[in-house]
């Protein structure tokens, strides 16, 4: 489903965010009763009226040597990732989202800008240079310049997925997230090329992330419990970088 119309729903105009996030594997076979449960007290995001889900496609910027994921997967107290995001396969000429997500201890802060989807590769491979126009937020162009140069970031991997996405009913602070059929590329790593990719998750998994600034809701905290939904680990790069190395090194060890 394409949904990467600019500015049309809040939760993507939002350009800074701060919350907390949790992450779940959720079963196949449990997501009737969870979804069930949790549409009592959250809005579904109007465009997934019948459960039918919207992809995100996404753009991660790394050292050469991959600096930025290693450093993360060694779960330090600071973290950041810079990447490109879309609602759906964009066209050339569509609008996108470049974005800054840095991790301090389990506080998470997201800021990003509107920019068309061509500035954004030429603002990278140009190390943060570009010339500003009225849809880009100057302040968080500035930090991303600052990043791109001082890394000397380039593209590496397009993760892609498909979402589910609700808010709770009279408290937009608190969102839930259901990712599945999350899938990856190293090769032709361009948002307009497709949302094609390798699966990075047995099927019928989904990861469900809760993100908020305050407290769990009681009955959300009585749904885990129920169903044994237990926090997990899990970053999608970080998985993604993981395979990607075994597969190197498998291949490495063959034809050494």
């Given at each position: 489903m394409k949904v990467n119309e600019i500015?049309?729903?809040?939760?993507?105009?939002?350009?800074?965010?701060?919350?907390?996030?949790?992450?779940?594997?959720?079963?196949?076979?449990?997501?009737?009763?969870?979804?069930?449960?949790?549409?009592?007290?959250?809005?579904p995001d109007k465009f997934n009226k019948g459960r039918q889900t919207y992809s995100i496609c996404n753009i991660y910027f790394d050292t050469e040597d991959d600096y930025l994921i290693r450093t993360s997967l060694a779960k330090p107290d600071y973290k950041e990732k810079l990447r490109l995001r879309t609602y759906g396969t964009p066209s050339k000429d569509e609008k996108a989202f470049l974005e800054i997500k840095k991790k301090v201890n389990r506080v998470v802060n997201k800021r990003r800008t509107t920019i068309g989807l061509q500035e954004a590769y030429r603002f990278v491979e140009n190390g943060g240079k570009i010339a500003l126009t009225d849809e880009m937020n100057p302040q968080v162009l500035k930090e991303l310049a600052y990043m791109v140069q001082h890394y000397k970031l380039q593209p590496k991997v397009m993760i892609a997925y498909d979402r589910l996405a609700y808010f709770e009913k009279g408290n937009s602070d608190l969102r839930i997230s259901f990712d599945t059929n999350i899938r990856s590329r190293r090769d032709h790593v361009k948002l307009e090329e497709g949302?094609?990719?390798?699966?990075?998750?047995?099927?019928?998994?989904?990861?469900?992330?809760?993100?908020?600034?305050?407290?769990?809701?009681?009955?959300?905290t009585k749904l885990l419990t129920e169903e044994k939904i237990n926090q997990v680990s899990f970053s999608k790069y970080g998985t993604e970088y993981k395979k990607y190395m075994n597969n190197k090194n498998e291949r490495e060890a063959i034809y050494a």
């Amino acid at each position: 489903m394409k949904v990467n119309e600019i500015g049309r729903r809040d939760s993507m105009a939002i350009e800074v965010f701060n919350r907390v996030e949790k992450k779940y594997f959720v079963r196949g076979d449990q997501m009737v009763k969870v979804l069930d449960e949790i549409e009592k007290h959250m809005t579904p995001d109007k465009f997934n009226k019948g459960r039918q889900t919207y992809s995100i496609c996404n753009i991660y910027f790394d050292t050469e040597d991959d600096y930025l994921i290693r450093t993360s997967l060694a779960k330090p107290d600071y973290k950041e990732k810079l990447r490109l995001r879309t609602y759906g396969t964009p066209s050339k000429d569509e609008k996108a989202f470049l974005e800054i997500k840095k991790k301090v201890n389990r506080v998470v802060n997201k800021r990003r800008t509107t920019i068309g989807l061509q500035e954004a590769y030429r603002f990278v491979e140009n190390g943060g240079k570009i010339a500003l126009t009225d849809e880009m937020n100057p302040q968080v162009l500035k930090e991303l310049a600052y990043m791109v140069q001082h890394y000397k970031l380039q593209p590496k991997v397009m993760i892609a997925y498909d979402r589910l996405a609700y808010f709770e009913k009279g408290n937009s602070d608190l969102r839930i997230s259901f990712d599945t059929n999350i899938r990856s590329r190293r090769d032709h790593v361009k948002l307009e090329e497709g949302s094609y990719g390798v699966a990075l998750l047995e099927p019928n998994i989904w990861l469900m992330e809760i993100k908020t600034a305050s407290a769990m809701p009681l009955w959300l905290t009585k749904l885990l419990t129920e169903e044994k939904i237990n926090q997990v680990s899990f970053s999608k790069y970080g998985t993604e970088y993981k395979k990607y190395m075994n597969n190197k090194n498998e291949r490495e060890a063959i034809y050494a």
